[in-house]
């Protein structure tokens, strides 16, 4: 079986060189900048927030909100979903080298790194109850399946979880209560919802209220846990099985991946599927056109916004 996740690799995207942060959907990228593929950020990055978006084998690094890029780290291996915990750590998932890189907030090299052999990794997710570390593995060891690996406090071997009516996972979340919910296929191709409780054992299948017709990025918004899904962001109550809520995000097919800024009111979502590669910033959740956009990327896919203070 052909990953979903998989497809999206092929995609042929012209790259434009790495732009600036425009007020509109319609930008004017800056000159291209592809000649240099050296590790670096600006002395001054570590003082803002900071936003992460993988690229293939590169993670780009703008300051938060304003979208001035202040940085780029070589990462080995192709990378897709990419998370941050709240001390500002961001985790980068290598499926090539079946490894999870952690760098500190504003450092260019690696402060530790996991072990995930045998793993389809496509995304990652930080408890913000106990700081435990959830890779969501595609089809699991051997393609049993979807699978969670998860790492106590983001150290050590990984303890994992497989979910058998998963065929493909595509992404999942914590909530707010160390929940994990994760979304996917089933052989048959159809939507699957699913979580695994704080304290349980094993998955759990959800049956939401309406119907999904894509798998998409799933992300916790502080109060809901969010389904990505071909330009909107459905808002459920997660093991109530209920949507209670639909954000439309304009000028995306996507997002193909996203992540949700509560505090500060907005959406950061990767649009890997057009002809243009983008990064957008939505206002949320109210939705509707996008406040701002990065370009000239080859082919975005996670973002991560890591803060330069704490997060309690």
């Known amino acids: 079986m052909i990953s979903r996740t998989r497809n999206v690799r092929i995609l042929v995207v012209v790259a434009l ?48 909100p304003a979208g001035n890029r202040v940085g780029r780290i070589a990462v080995p291996g192709y990378t897709q979903g990419i998370c941050a915990d709240r001390k500002g750590n961001v985790y980068v998932p290598s499926e090539e080298y079946d490894t ?18 045998n793993e389809d990794m496509i995304g990652c997710s930080v408890s913000p109850l106990t700081s435990d570390l959830a890779v969501i593995d595609a089809e699991g060891t051997k393609y049993a399946g979807g699978a969670v690996s998860i790492y106590r406090k983001a150290k050590g071997n990984p303890s994992v979880y497989m979910d058998s009516s998963m065929a493909e996972a595509r992404s999942g979340s914590y909530d707010g209560a160390g929940d994990i919910f994760v979304d996917g296929f089933d052989r048959s191709n159809n939507f699957v919802f699913a979580e695994l409780p704080e304290k349980g054992v094993g998955f759990k299948t959800i049956t939401l209220n309406e ?28 093991a109530g ?72």
């Open 17 to 64: 060189g790495l732009g600036g942060c425009s007020s509109t959907a319609s930008t004017t990228p800056a000159a291209p900048a592809r000649s240099d593929l050296r590790s670096w950020i600006s002395p001054d990055a570590k003082k803002s927030d900071l936003l992460y978006v993988a690229d293939k084998n590169s993670l780009y690094i703008f300051t938060y």
């Open 100 to 117: 999870i890189g952690v760098y500190a907030h504003g450092g260019t090299t690696q402060v530790r790194m996991l072990s995930n052999p």
């Open 211 to 238: 119907s999904i017709e894509d798998a998409g990025d799933v992300q916790w918004d502080g109060t809901y846990v969010t389904i990505g899904s071909k330009g909107a962001v459905y808002q459920t109550n997660g």
């Open 241 to 312: 099985g209920e949507v209670v809520g639909m954000v439309t995000l304009n000028d995306t097919e996507g997002p193909t991946d996203y992540v949700v800024d509560s505090s500060g009111g907005t959406l950061v979502g990767s649009s890997g599927y057009e002809s243009t590669a983008a990064v957008l910033l939505w206002p949320y959740p109210t939705g509707g056109n996008p406040t701002s956009t990065l370009t000239g990327f080859d082919l975005p896919f996670g973002v991560a916004i890591s803060f330069a203070r704490h997060r309690k």
